[in-house]
Structures are given as C-alpha cells and as structure tokens.
C-alpha cells in the first residue's frame, strides 16, 4: 500500500466572516471606515470558519494546514485553527496549528473545518466629524460657519417697545430651556 500526500484547497469564499472580508481573493479584516486622508481604517479583529469539509474515507492522517501570507506587515496577527468530526454532527474543540510546520493537532476525522483569527494593533487615523464650514449647524445660539462649532456668547434679541410713564418698556421673550445663564443685558 503506497501512501500519498493529498491537498485539498480550501475557498475563503465560503463560510462565515466576522469582521472579516474578501479583497483580490486574500482573506482580510473588514474595512469598517476611510479616514480623512483617503486611507481605509480596518476592524481591530475579525475571523473566518470554513464550511465544513468532507475529507473522505481514504485519509489516515490530517498533516498539514498550508498557508500563504501576503504583505501582513508587523501589526497583523492570525491564529489558524482546526476541528474534526467523524460524524459531522459531534465536533472536537478548535485545536491551534503548530506553525513551524503547519502540523494539524486536530484528531483524524471524516470532517473538517477551519477557523482563521485575525487581529491587529490600532494604527493612528485622522477622523473629520465634521468642518463646520458651511453653517449647517447655525442657530440662534451656535455658530458654526467659521470652521468652528460654538457658542454664541452675544445675542442679539429683538424687543417689542412699549411707552410707559416714565420712559420706554423693553420686552422680549426666548426658551428658557435655550439658555442656562444670562451674565448681563445691554441696550444699544
């Protein structure tokens, strides 16, 4: 009986993404934003678990998960891991691979699956809320047409003007909600 090294080649097209996707047919993290500067600001951490994989009657031995790496840089990390069934109904614990050589410590089963944790360290990026530039947040008692958000510290109200006796009454009427406090009132 001669024994030969059998590969199976596993699409990352299907199975379940979690914070993970599909970019030019290399699994990545998720692109959750694009910050101010055009550059894609990716999910922190995300994983992938193969469908299940029927392995056949003829196998012996699971040997080796072979993997290929594309520009991960140095703040990317992944984990592989694999699970087998003889059943495909009662699964065996995600096992880690041992890297050096790819060894799968899953025991031998009909059934497979494999599961891909990535993670990576936060990198700086540049987030515009906002540029308060074109008064879209412009009110009675906020301005925001400068490229600032703020306050109006003077407001100008516009009094009804009554004759009174002994002299002029000056009325006017605001929210009381709208302010939480008047340091003073002058008359021009």
């Known amino acids: 009986m001669s024994t030969k090294e059998i590969g199976l080649p596993i699409s990352l097209t299907g199975g379940v993404h979690d914070g993970t ?4 047919g290399k699994l990545q993290l998720k692109v959750v934003a694009t910050d101010s500067t ?8 995300g994983s992938w678990e193969s469908s299940i994989i029927s392995i056949g009657d003829k196998v012996t031995a ?16 992944y984990k592989i891991y694999t699970k ?46 906002d540029e308060f530039t074109d008064g879209k947040y412009n009110t009675n008692y906020v301005s ?3 490229g600032t958000l703020r306050l109006k510290r003077n407001i100008a109200l516009s009094p009804t003007v009554s004759v009174h006796e002994d002299g002029y009454l000056y009325r006017t009427k605001f929210e009381r909600n709208k302010l939480s ?8």
């Open 21 to 24: 996707e599909i970019k030019d």
């Open 38 to 45: 055009g550059k894609s600001v990716y999910a922190s951490k």
């Open 62 to 77: 699971f040997q080796r998960v072979v993997k290929t790496m594309v520009g991960t840089g140095s703040n990317v990390d």
């Open 84 to 129: 087998s069934s003889t059943n495909n109904i009662d699964w065996t614990d995600y096992v880690e691979i041992t890297y050096v050589d790819g060894k799968i410590n899953s025991p031998v089963g009909l059934y497979a699956r494999i599961k891909i944790e990535l993670s990576s360290t936060p990198v700086p990026a540049l987030l515009t809320v």
């Open 144 to 146: 925001s047409s400068d």
């Open 181 to 188: 406090k008047i340091n003073g009132i002058t008359f021009q």
